[in-house]
């Protein structure tokens, strides 16, 4: 799913992070006042502010990584992971991961 294919990049890079939701995630990140940029994070809420989805982005232009499927996906069964070339609208909130050093 979204923030299991997400955790999954980000410990390949050599940090840690537990199996999470986008709305765990979400705690995990800082707001973005400026534009955009590769490895900025867009998280779509739903209509009780509870945030569901998340997506990876990976240009300034909006391009991004979106992954879908539910609780039965599984490393080797990731679901559908796909870039999405649509422009970004304004729905959703950019934010940015902060990890402490």
């Known amino acids: 799913d979204c923030s299991g294919s997400l955790i999954y990049g980000i410990n390949q890079m ?3 992070l537990p199996d999470q ?5 979400y705690g995990l990140t800082v707001p973005v ?5 590769r490895g900025d994070l867009r998280f779509l809420s739903n209509s009780n502010g509870v ?10 232009n ?20 796909e870039q999405l070339t ?3 609208i304004s729905t959703g ?3 940015r991961l902060q990890f402490n050093e």
């Open 14 to 16: 050599g940090n840690n």
């Open 21 to 25: 939701t986008a709305n765990d995630l």
């Open 33 to 37: 006042t400026e534009e955009p940029q």
């Open 51 to 60: 945030q569901v989805h998340v997506q990876t982005i990976t240009n300034s």
């Open 62 to 81: 909006g391009t991004r990584v979106n992954a879908t499927g539910g609780p039965e996906n599984t490393i080797t069964n990731p679901g559908v992971i």
């Open 86 to 88: 649509t422009e970004l």
């Open 93 to 95: 909130e950019i934010r």
